[in-house]
């Protein structure tokens, strides 16, 4: 079955733009977290979607924001871009079910590089 | 609030040696103990996971132990591979979202 699929795969904004990345998760997987990795920062939470509902929020600012929509497809935007936003967004869907075959696994994309000028 | 320390940062070992990877956790309530490998690239992958009532997990050459008193558990790689070389997160989950290690590059010297 097909994997985790994260669009643009790169894309170069400059100061001040706004940039949305999408997200389209593993069929039948109904969390998606979305994360940002910098050199030397690992993977930093940004939130997770579940059922169309943010569940969890990590320590970033307001300019971060996000969705998901009823397919469980989600998208995060960044407004106002700054030159420390230029990072790897990593998304990850789990299955996020109550049943024995949840085993908790995240199944992540391979990522959107944003690099801003 | 909760963290994960994870050592070294960067380990180089020999084609064949075995390499071992730490980390320490700060949440008492952490029960799920996934490690991930990410490869150039790619988005992490689990490799092998350890629930809170279990010591030790083996899956081939690679294996994952836990001491729940002192916080800390460990991945092991037995005969490393070329193939191994990568970039292994370990992270701890309690009662809410997981909680992730800075990360180890793991390099495999021929």
């Known amino acids: ?117 | 609030g909760e963290n994960v320390e994870q050592h070294p940062s960067t380990l180089s070992v020999q084609e064949g040696d075995s390499a071992v990877i730490k980390c320490t956790y700060s949440d008492s309530a952490s029960n799920y103990f996934p490690w991930y490998k990410q490869e150039l690239g790619k988005g992490p992958q689990l490799i092998i996971d350890i629930r809170s009532n279990v010591g030790e997990k083996k899956d081939q050459r690679i294996a994952v132990t836990l001491n729940k008193t002192a916080k800390h558990f460990s991945l092991h790689i037995t005969e490393t591979q070329p193939e191994d070389s990568a970039v292994y997160f370990c992270a701890a989950k309690g009662n809410y979202q997981l909680i992730w290690g800075a990360g180890t590059k793991l390099i495999i010297k021929p």
């Open chain 1, 1 to 117: 079955k097909a994997g985790v699929t994260q669009t643009p795969r790169y894309l170069i904004k400059t100061r001040g733009q706004q940039v949305t990345l999408s997200c389209s998760p593993i069929s039948g997987h109904r969390s998606v977290s979305w994360y940002q990795q910098t050199p030397g920062q690992g993977l930093q939470f940004l939130f997770e979607y579940f059922s169309e509902t943010q569940r969890n929020k990590g320590n970033f600012p307001g300019r971060f924001s996000g969705r998901q929509f009823s397919n469980s497809r989600s998208e995060m935007n960044v407004s106002t871009l700054e030159l420390g936003d230029s990072a790897l967004y990593l998304c990850a869907s789990s299955l996020a079910s109550r049943g024995r075959r949840d085993t908790g696994e995240l199944f992540f994309g391979e990522g959107s590089r944003l690099t801003v000028l």
